[in-house]
Each structure stands twice: as C-alpha cells, then as structure tokens.
C-alpha cells in the first residue's frame, strides 16, 4: 500500500490555517500532521516537523514564515508559503497554475512554491492574458479599485465586525466601508507588479466592507490614450481565449448584464465557498473605455482553496481534490 504523504500547517490556528485544514481533513488520501498547542511557538519542535513531512504549509506572519523557510534541513520536503514573504522571492514559484502555460509545471517540480495573495489573484486574472498577448502596452497606466469581506484582515479586524454584530444584531456598522492604503506601496503591489508583465507598478486602492468573505477586483481602463485601441470585444476574447478549459477561471459572458443585482449591482459574495474566480468584462467602444472586474471568494481562491489547489499539484493528484468550483 502506498504511504499517505504526510502534511503540517504551521499555523493552523489562524484564518488561513484553520481553513485549509478544514479542507484537508476530511480526505483520505493525505495524513495531517499536528504539532501539540504547548509546542506551536517551540522552534525544535517546528524545525522537527518541518522536516520530517512532505509538505509544509506555512500560514504565519511574514517573519515567522522566513523563520520557517531557515528550518528546512530535508532536500526532500517542499514548502508552500501562504504568508506575503516569498511572493516575490528568489527561488520561489509563485502558486498561480493559471498564470501562463508552464506554470503548473513548475509548480510540480519545486520545493518552495508561494500562495498568491487574494487581491492579486484578482488583478492578474484580468490584467496577465491582456499584457502577454500585446492587447494592452507594458507601459499602460493601471489601476486597481478593490474591495473585500473584512475576513481579510486577519483575527482581529473579524473579531472586530463580529463582536459589534453580535451585540447589535441587524445593525449596520459604524464602518460599513473604508478605504486603506492611503500611504501607497502595499505589500501586494510588488507581487502584482512582478507577475503582471507590466513596465511600472499599478496604483492600487483597496477597500474592506462589512460583509465576512468575498471580493470584488475592478480595473478600469481608459482606452482612449492609445492611438489603436482595443474594443471591447477584442479585450473579451483575449481573456477568454487565454483561459480557455482552465477549471478555476470563469470569464463570464461579454457585457453579462444578467448576473446584476437589480440589473445594477454585482455582488461580491457570489463566488464564496468555491475556488472559483470569475472574470468580467464590461466596456463603450464609442467613449473608448472598459472595466475588468474579477469576483473571488478572499477565503477560498484567494487564500485555502489556492493553497489547496497548489498541494494537489506539487503531490501530483487531481488539481481538484477538496475543491468546489
């Protein structure tokens, strides 16, 4: 009988952590290692674990996931990062199978393999397929107006909506919506900026509302600098064609008008729970000017259905075991 690889999270008790094991758990076709809680913060122990698995998992501050990496003794044991630290890093391959043609590939073959962040996620999923087919030029200016569930920013901004949820059941928040980032250089536009193709960094907004999970990644374009530019049916094939029998990337109908909220809105919860991410394409070829929307679960694509994706890739199992689209 062939020996269940052997899978730690370290740092299972965080959001990411705990949702990653929530997937891994309930498979039979991989055994989950765990360290005791009176150990979690015991480097031998960790360093230990670490090297006595297949995989790694590694769900911790940046800090703490680098103190990591430096434990790795065992040539054998590959390591998937869902920290921000090694996004961008040397020898790293960064975990997004959808990003080009080889790039699954790589996955398989690496020892160090990096989650991509959720707004990221989001961003190339539109942007990539337009840059590496030349429909848009490596310099054109980009930016990015995003906005996510408040699961986003970690334990103490959920407990933060929970708790005034729970002692005023039905009221709306006093933050109902905010933006952040307002001092620029974000941790994730480097990472958007190094596998995005384009020649300078976009200029990113991002935003958290009150609602747990989900997110909306909104990229408008004014098409109207270029001397030739694109329509918006140009924009639309190229995307679609460039993800075309991907499992994880919907690109939605052209001008998908239908999936709007009173003919309106477009929701950003729709896609939670899945490892889905659905690209839309909106545009006026008369006033020359498009919007790209990416629609993802923070949570799921944007974070532990990833890392679970690119677990199933570096062991060589079907890509989506424990995966809802």
Same mark, same amino acid.
């Given at each position: ?27 039979? =076709? ?14 031998? #122990? ?5 090297? @006595? ?9 940046? =800090? ?43 996955? @398989? ?13 989001? &961003? ?36 933060? +909506? ?21 001092? &620029? ?13 384009? #020649? ?5 907004? $991002? ?14 374009? $004014?098409?109207?600098?270029? =001397? ?25 109908? &052209?001008?998908? +008008? ?11 919860? @729709? ?8 690209? &839309? ?15 993802? =679960? ?7 259905? #990833? #890392? ?18």
């Amino acid at each position: 009988m062939m020996t269940k690889p052997k899978i730690f999270i370290d740092g299972e008790s965080g959001t990411t952590g705990l949702q990653i094991y929530s997937r891994l758990s309930q498979r039979d =076709d991989i055994e989950l290692v765990s360290i005791e809680q009176s150990k979690r913060r015991d480097s031998t #122990a960790r360093e230990q674990l670490i090297n @006595a698995v297949d995989v790694a998992i590694l769900c911790l501050p940046d =800090d703490a996931a680098r103190e990591a990496v430096s434990f790795v003794r065992n040539p054998k044991v590959k390591i998937l990062d869902a920290s921000t630290a090694h996004r961008t890093a040397l020898g790293w391959v960064y975990g997004f199978p959808e990003l080009n043609s080889g790039q699954r590939e790589k996955i @398989a073959n690496a020892q160090f393999v990096s989650v991509p962040g959720c707004y990221p996620t989001g &961003f190339l999923s539109c942007i990539r397929p337009l840059i590496a087919k030349g429909i848009l030029p490596q310099n054109f200016p980009i930016t990015i107006n995003a906005v996510s569930g408040y699961s986003g920013g970690g334990k103490s901004l959920i407990q933060e +909506y929970q708790t005034f949820h729970q002692q005023l059941p039905g009221a709306t928040s006093l933050y109902p919506y905010g933006i952040y980032g307002l001092q &620029f250089g974000h941790k994730h536009v480097k990472e958007m900026h190094q596998h995005s193709g384009l #020649a300078s960094p976009p200029l990113f907004v $991002p935003a958290v509302g009150d609602f747990e999970q989900g997110m909306l990644v909104q990229v408008p374009l $004014p098409l109207w600098i270029l =001397d030739n530019p694109p329509s918006g049916e140009v924009i639309h094939q190229a995307i679609a064609s460039y993800y075309q029998g991907e499992q994880f990337v919907e690109v939605m109908p &052209f001008q998908e +008008y239908s999936l709007l909220r009173d003919g309106k809105f477009l929701d950003a919860m @729709a896609t939670n729970g899945t490892n889905l991410v659905q690209v &839309f394409v909106f545009a006026n070829d008369i006033t020359k000017e498009a919007l790209l929307v990416a629609r993802l =679960d923070n949570l799921g694509k944007g974070a532990s259905g #990833a #890392a679970v994706q690119n677990l199933n890739i570096m062991l060589g199992f079907s890509e989506d075991l424990g995966l809802t689209c």
